[in-house]
């Protein structure tokens, strides 16, 4: 066993994204809606152009911009969402992980006082409390 393999078992699980993709969508919006904007003034300058053209037209140009703004807003959305309500979780979870030690001897995972000891790889397990839903 290497030490980055018992390095990544015994961290606190994170989560699979980084901060600054819930605002993905909105900066894809916001980048849609300017383009829109100079499309569409360059449109109006041209020669006699018609109102539905100037709105419209643009969306050639902006649309996938709009589309995947639009679809990442939403998914972030479920995503935040979903944090809030395995929020409470990952506290209890953390509270449990700040408790653990690693006995590089006997390479398992204890917990003092509680008398359960494990391998590093079922620690997310036992943090989450999944160990206490399954028959041993």
Not at 123 to 128: A, C, L
């Amino acid at each position: 066993m290497s030490r980055t393999q018992l390095a990544v078992w015994l961290s606190f699980p994170s989560r699979h994204y980084t901060a600054w993709t819930r605002n993905q969508g909105y900066v894809l919006l916001l980048v849609a809606a300017l383009a829109h904007l100079v499309v569409s003034l360059v449109i109006a300058m041209g020669q006699d152009p018609k109102w539905g053209e100037v709105l419209l037209a643009p969306f050639c140009l902006t649309g996938l911009f709009w589309g995947l703004g639009l679809l990442n807003v939403l998914g972030s959305y479920g995503a935040r969402k979903r944090d809030t309500q395995e929020a409470p979780a990952r506290e209890k979870a953390l509270a449990v992980w700040e408790g653990l030690y690693y006995c590089a001897r006997d390479n398992v995972v204890f917990e003092p006082g509680v008398g359960v000891s494990f391998h590093p790889s079922e620690t997310r397990e036992y943090i989450f409390g999944f160990r206490n839903n399954r028959v041993l």
